[in-house]
T-cell receptor, first 111, second 113 residues
C-alpha cells in the first residue's frame, strides 16, 4: 500500500541549512508535497513538485526528487528560528485526491 | 487571506456519545476533506466530499462516521458513538477544482474518555 516515511527529528544551528528527507512507496504518485505545521496551527503547504520534475527551488526552499529511488528531500537554506515546526512529506496521485502523509519531522533550531 | 476554520478547537466527550465536528471551508472551494492524526502517528485521510456526495473514503471511515454539508458554508463530521480510539486531532481541508493545494484548518482535538 501507499506509505511515506521520514525521520522524526532534526536539529540544526541557526544559519545552517536543514535537509529533511523522505521516502515513499507509490510509484504512481504524481504530486509530492511538503507541508509545515506550526504549534496550534493547521497544515500549511510549503511547496510541491510534480513527479516529472527532479528539482524545484522557491526562495530558501529547494526540493529534490529522485523518482528512481522514490526519495524526496527539502532543503531550507539559512535556517531561521521561525522555521521551527513539524514538516510533513506527502504524496497524492491526482490533484483532488486524498493526500498520504508521513509522520512529520520536527525541526529544532539551535542558537 | 481566506482560511478554513474549525470548531471547537477542543472537544471532550464520554465514550459512546455522539460528536459533531464543524468546519467552514473557504467559500469558493468545491472539494472538502477530513483527516485525522492520532497522537504520535501519521495524518490519515478519512473522507473526501464533492458535489454533495462522498467521492472517496478510507477504511477508518466506517458506519460510525458521516459527513454533511448542511448549508452553503459548513462541512461537518459526525461520529455516532465515540470510542476511546477516536481520540485524535481532526483536520478539515478544502480545495478549488484544478488547483493543487488543499487548505487545512487548525484542527479539532477530540478527547474520548
Amino acid at each position: 500500500g501507499e506509505d511515506v516515511e521520514q525521520s522524526l527529528f532534526l536539529s540544526v544551528r541557526e544559519g545552517d541549512s536543514s535537509v529533511i528527507n523522505c521516502t515513499y512507496t507509490d510509484s504512481s504518485s504524481t504530486y509530492l508535497y511538503w507541508y509545515k505545521q506550526e504549534p496550534g496551527a493547521g497544515l500549511q503547504l510549503l511547496t510541491y513538485i510534480f513527479s516529472n520534475m527532479d528539482m524545484k527551488q522557491d526562495q530558501r526552499l529547494t526540493v529534490l526528487l529522485n523518482k528512481k529511488d522514490k526519495h524526496l528531500s527539502l532543503r531550507i537554506a539559512d535556517t531561521q528560528t521561525g522555521d521551527s515546526a513539524i514538516y510533513f512529506c506527502a504524496e497524492s496521485m491526482n490533484r483532488d485526491d486524498k493526500i498520504i502523509f508521513g509522520k512529520g519531522t520536527r525541526l529544532h533550531i539551535l542558537p | 487571506e481566506p482560511e478554513v476554520t474549525q470548531t471547537p478547537s477542543h472537544q471532550v466527550t464520554q465514550m459512546g456519545q455522539e460528536v459533531i465536528l464543524r468546519c467552514v471551508p473557504i467559500s469558493n472551494h468545491l472539494y472538502f476533506y477530513w483527516y485525522r492524526q492520532i497522537l504520535g502517528q501519521k495524518v490519515e485521510f478519512l473522507v473526501s466530499f464533492y458535489n454533495n456526495e462522498i467521492s472517496e473514503k478510507s477504511e477508518i471511515f466506517d458506519d460510525q462516521f458521516s459527513v454533511e454539508r448542511p448549508d452553503g458554508s459548513n462541512f461537518t463530521l459526525k461520529i455516532r458513538s465515540t470510542k476511546l480510539e477516536d481520540s485524535a486531532m481532526y483536520f478539515c481541508a478544502s480545495s478549488e477544482p484544478l488547483v493543487t493545494e488543499q487548505f487545512f484548518g487548525p484542527g479539532t482535538r477530540l478527547t474520548v474518555l
